[in-house]
């Protein structure tokens, strides 16, 4: 099975269009791929979404967050709003 693309052959049927360019990667190039920047190179894309966070604005995170799940249990368990099953 090829993927080559078809048109009418004027009685009903189809038939292939003939091949014109057998390199096809020449028709995927552009400029703002880096083929028209120096030595192919590509050019530097800014990514908007992606801000990384630093090591320790992580770690502080992670640990309030783990501190706020303790806490949130220890005075649930405390005030008895849950109760351990017997």
Do not use: C, I
């Amino acid at each position: 099975m090829s993927l080559q693309l078809h048109r009418p052959d004027g009685k009903g049927g189809l038939e292939p269009r003939p091949v014109v360019e057998r390199d096809w990667r020449r028709q995927l190039r552009s400029p703002r791929w880096g083929a028209a920047l120096q030595k192919g190179r590509l050019p530097e894309l800014a990514n908007p979404e992606m801000n990384p966070t630093s090591v320790g604005r992580s770690v502080a995170f992670w640990l309030f967050l783990a501190a706020a799940t303790f806490g949130v249990l220890v005075v649930g368990y405390g005030t008895g709003f849950w109760s351990l099953a017997r």
